[in-house]
């Protein structure tokens, strides 16, 4: 696969723009959302020792559950907090012989997790300290780092959650973020 060339770009930004121009609405006239929030996003891993060493022992999200899979005699379905009663839920499929999946269409990119800035910072020192591999800041973004669970799911670990879309922050507000273009 090539990437796209000079008038592909092009082609894909008008695109974009005009998926913009006649979906997103201004802050004043969007309507509210019927969410609430995720109550959990599940995953499967390949070891759940290892899957908790790496969320909680690494980046410090508690385990709060771990049960057996109802729905599959023999595995295990867990669960660690997120904060603001978010949770990710992983299991296990013993016995199944699955592979890790490539990136594609219908699989995650990322997971995007909200932490303090101090939470940040420690746990870019904790990386750094057991030379643990991350990318970011990116893009200008000194908020953001991305990095990979032991079984390949991207993480970002974002110290700022206000997002900032298309010039704009989410919730309406005129000023820009510090240190973006």
Not at 8 to 37: F, I
Request: net charge negative; with cysteine.
């Amino acid at each position: 696969m090539t990437p796209p060339d000079a008038a592909e770009l092009a082609s894909l930004a008008r695109r974009r723009d005009e998926l913009r121009t006649k979906y997103v609405h201004p802050p004043a006239t969007r309507p509210p959302t019927n969410g609430r929030g995720i109550h959990h996003a599940a995953f499967i891993c390949s070891d759940v020792e290892q899957t908790i060493s790496f969320y909680q022992g690494l980046l410090g999200f508690p385990l709060v559950e771990l049960v057996e899979n109802r729905d599959y005699p023999g595995s295990t379905h867990f669960f660690f907090d997120l904060g603001n009663e978010t949770l990710l839920g992983f299991f296990d499929f013993p016995g199944l012989g699955l592979e890790p999946a490539p990136e594609g269409f219908g699989n995650v990119q990322h997971i995007a997790i909200s932490v303090s800035p101090d939470s940040h910072a420690k746990l870019r020192a904790r990386l750094d300290e057991l030379e643990i591999r991350y990318d970011g800041p990116q893009r200008g973004i000194p908020e953001s780092m991305y990095l990979r669970d032991p079984d390949g799911i991207g993480i970002e670990l974002l110290s700022d959650p206000r997002m900032w879309f298309g010039g704009e922050w989410l919730d309406g507000r005129d000023a820009p973020p510090p240190n973006r273009d």
